[in-house]
């Protein structure tokens, strides 16, 4: 059932209170230093619900929510009932297969917003410093003791990376691995559809795991829909209409209340990158990493630090230009 308007107008209230916490993003930022420094393979859930802390058979949607979309949240839904999931673990990595390098947004505001849209639901959100399949699906075993069955949730495009040899050095090795923890469900693109996984499971060499992977339908409306799309449309005056269609409340909230994408596009102007205030957001969220825990705690939200931080840049450029009026007018004088 889709939400109503109130309660889409809630959720997003909730995620600009998560975006705007500073403690929260303090925490979250040293959690990712140390993840990404770990050796060994590792992950830490985030936040988790009541119920997840008793579900037995749980899906596992990992990816860079960036922003989240309603594809994803229709992805997550359809996988609940082909799969008869108790509940989902959202993940996100510190590593990337595959993808071109992430800027904006920052791993650590795409947390905040996971952490707003998890929090009122039955599912749990999920952090690991690995990006294939095999490795996160071993550690999410790690983090659910309660755990009887896992199953991956993935879109067309993820189920031909798994099954290709170019990211592994013994292909059957790694894939016995991730078959003997996890089933995977797939759900079809714009082009590709329940026959086009057949014709791919039914290739001699993919055979034998053909057992452990099923189709997860996915209503058409959402198979075209991308995060990056939604980046695309957040650089472009006069979109919140379509980005309303395509981004849950907690998404929105990202592209609105950040910056993230705004001035990212590189067609961006000089005056708009100019006026780009996310990497100032990034630098407070580092300084606050750095401090203390205590410290963070009595600090005021993010948006009053970043306003603090403007005021003091703009009374600087302020002065900087009065210095430099003063010194042409005493060249000119002389």
């Known amino acids: 059932m889709r939400p109503t308007m109130n309660e889409e107008k809630e959720r997003y209230a909730r995620a600009a209170a998560t975006l705007n916490d500073a403690r929260l993003a303090a925490q979250y930022a040293r959690t990712l230093q140390r993840l990404a420094g770990a050796p060994q393979p590792e992950g830490l859930i985030l936040w988790e619900s009541e119920l997840f802390r008793r579900s037995r058979r749980v899906g596992l949607l990992a990816g860079s929510f960036n922003p989240l979309t309603r594809a994803h949240v229709a992805l997550a839904q359809a996988a609940r009932g082909a799969g008869r999931l108790d509940a989902m673990l959202w993940a996100l990595s510190v590593v990337i297969v595959d993808k071109e390098r992430v800027e904006r947004a920052s791993l650590v505001d795409r947390l905040l917003q996971m952490r707003a849209f998890v929090e009122d639901g039955p599912d749990a959100l999920a952090l690991f410093n690995r990006g294939l399949y095999v490795e996160q699906a071993e550690l999410a075993w790690s983090l659910m003791p309660h755990l009887e069955e896992l199953v991956i949730v993935v879109g067309f495009d993820k189920i031909i990376q798994i099954f290709d040899p170019r990211y592994y050095e013994d292909r059957d090795a790694v894939l016995d691995r991730l078959f003997a923890s996890a089933t995977i469900l797939v759900a079809p693109r714009v082009d590709e559809d329940e026959e086009s996984l ?27 829909d991308s995060s990056s799309r939604a980046r695309s449309l957040a ?45 100032l957001r990034q630098s407070v969220i580092e300084q606050l990493a750095a401090l203390d825990p205590a410290q963070v705690a009595a600090a005021p939200g993010l948006d009053g630090l970043l306003k603090r931080r403007k005021d003091h840049l703009s009374a600087r450029r302020a002065h900087v230009s009065e210095l430099e009026r003063t010194s042409r007018s005493s060249e000119e004088r002389g």
Do not use: H, I, K
């Open 235 to 279: 650089s472009e005056p006069g979109s919140g209409r379509q980005l309303r269609a395509l981004l849950p409340p907690e998404g929105r909230a990202l592209v609105r209340l950040t910056g993230a994408y705004t001035y990212g596009a590189r067609r961006a102007g000089r005056a708009q990158r100019q006026r780009d205030v996310y990497p």
């Open 198 to 224: 057949n014709a791919l499971l039914t290739r001699p060499e993919n055979r034998r795991y053909q057992a452990r992977v099923g189709f997860c339908p996915l209503p058409r409306r959402f198979r075209g």
